[in-house]
C-alpha cells in the first residue's frame, strides 16, 4: 500500500468497523449514497462500501436516486441497489426515513459525493442520519472532520475505496476476497477505469495500475469492464450517438465545440438517458478543441450538463456556476430552464472566459 493512502484509508476502516459494530448492537442497518447522474465510480465506491459492510454481517445498501444506467447492467449489483419507491416499484420497501424492511439506518456513508443536494431524492434521507462517513476526492469539498476522507489527487473514490477494504482486511484478519466479492470487485474496477478514462486521463498514477493490478489479482477483468462502459452500444444509442455528434457546433475560434439533445431526440430514437454519454469525450478529441460540453434534456424536463477539457479550461469551476462541480478536467451539472436558454447561457459564460 502506497503511504499516502495509509492514514486516511486506516482511519476510515476504523470509523466504518465502529459504526459496524454500534449497528450490530442496535440491529440497524447502514446505507451508502452515490450522486445523482450515476456513473461508473459512484456506483463501484458505494458497491464496495456495501459489500465491506456485508461481509462483517451487517445490512447494507446502496440508496440509489435513480434507475442504474444501461451499461452498467453487466456489474451485477443488483443486490446492492435500493431506490425510493418514487423512483422504482422493485424497491418499495425504503421509505422516506431510510428504513428499510423494518431496520432503520444507524450510519450512513457517502462515496464521491459530500452533498446532499447532489444526492437527488436520496439526499433527504443521508440528511436525517446523525452518524456521517464521507470518501470523496473530489477539489472542491472544503469542509474535512475525522469522519471525512478526502483526498482529491486519487483517481477515483473507488480507488479510495478499494485501500479501505485491505485495512478492513488486515484489521479483521478477513481474507480480502472475503470482504470484496466478486462483484463489488467488478464494480470497483469499473469505478477506476471511469474516472481515469481507461488509465489515459492525467490522473492515472503508478498506485493506480497496481490497484487495477490488484482487482485482476481478485477475478476483475479489464476487458470485460471496458467494453461493456464504453464500447458495447444498443442500435438506438448508436444512432442517436451519432446525431448529437452529427449536430455539434463549435465557437470561440473553433475551441468550444457543444451539442444540445432535446428529450424529444431520446424517444424518438428509443434510446435512454445515457445514450449520448460517450459524445463529449468525442468532442473533446477533435483536433484544436479546448473544451467540449453536451446539454441533454432529461424526462422531468432538467438538464444535465457534461463537460470535458483538454488542457487548461476549469470545468469543475464552470460546473459549480450552474450548481454542480467536479473536476478540473471533467465535471457536470444539473439546471432547471428551457434546453435552448441554459445553452445560450452556457455559449455566453464560454466566450467570457476563452
Not at 451487517?58 to 452498467?72: F, K
Not at 469505478?191 to 485482476?216: C, K, Q, S, W, Y
Not at 477483468?221 to 450517438?241: M, T
Amino acid at each position: 500500500m502506497r503511504e499516502r493512502y495509509k492514514e486516511g484509508s486506516l482511519r476510515t476502516a476504523k470509523n466504518i468497523l465502529s459504526v459496524i459494530e454500534k449497528a450490530k448492537d442496535n440491529d440497524e442497518l447502514i446505507l451508502v449514497f452515490p450522486h445523482r447522474s450515476v456513473d461508473g465510480d459512484c456506483v463501484g465506491s458505494s458497491s464496495g462500501i456495501v459489500s465491506i459492510v456485508r461481509s462483517l454481517g451487517v445490512d447494507a445498501y446502496v440508496a440509489i436516486p435513480e434507475e442504474l444506467p444501461e451499461n452498467m447492467g453487466f456489474l451485477g449489483i443488483d443486490e446492492y441497489l435500493i431506490q425510493p419507491d418514487s423512483v422504482s416499484e422493485k424497491a418499495t420497501e425504503l421509505n422516506s426515513k431510510g428504513t428499510v424492511n423494518g431496520k432503520k439506518p444507524g450510519a450512513v456513508i457517502a462515496t464521491d459525493i459530500s452533498e446532499s443536494s447532489r444526492m437527488g431524492i436520496c439526499g433527504a434521507i443521508f440528511e436525517s442520519v446523525d452518524t456521517k462517513i464521507i470518501i470523496d476526492h473530489h477539489a472542491s469539498v472544503t469542509t474535512r472532520s475525522d469522519n471525512m476522507w478526502i483526498d482529491p489527487d486519487s483517481s477515483s473514490a473507488s480507488e479510495m475505496v478499494f485501500y479501505v477494504a485491505e485495512q478492513v482486511s488486515l484489521l479483521t484478519g478477513k481474507d480480502l476476497k472475503d470482504v470484496l466479492a466478486p462483484n463489488a470487485v467488478k464494480a470497483v474496477l469499473a469505478g477506476i477505469v471511469t474516472d481515469t478514462g481507461r488509465f489515459t486521463f492525467t490522473n492515472t498514477h503508478p498506485e493506480t495500475l497496481e490497484t487495477a493490478g490488484a482487482l485482476m489479482d481478485l477475478g476483475g477483468n479489464i476487458s470485460e469492464v471496458c467494453y461493456n462502459l464504453f464500447d458495447r452500444k444498443s442500435k438506438p444509442k448508436f444512432r442517436l450517438s451519432a446525431k448529437a455528434r452529427s449536430e455539434v457546433k463549435f465557437y470561440c475560434d473553433d475551441k468550444f465545440a457543444l451539442t444540445v439533445v432535446p428529450y424529444e431526440q431520446f424517444k424518438e430514437f428509443g434510446a435512454g438517458p445515457d445514450g449520448v454519454d460517450d459524445v463529449v469525450s468525442a468532442m473533446r478529441d477533435i483536433d484544436g478543441v479546448e473544451l467540449a460540453i453536451v446539454l441533454r434534456e432529461l424526462e422531468n424536463g432538467d438538464v444535465r450538463g457534461n463537460i470535458r477539457s483538454q488542457e487548461y479550461f476549469d470545468c469543475c469551476k464552470f460546473a459549480e456556476g450552474f450548481g454542480g462541480g467536479g473536476h478540473v478536467r471533467a465535471a457536470g451539472f444539473n439546471a432547471k430552464g428551457d434546453i435552448n436558454e441554459i445553452a445560450n447561457e452556457v455559449i455566453k459564460r464560454v466566450q467570457d472566459i476563452l
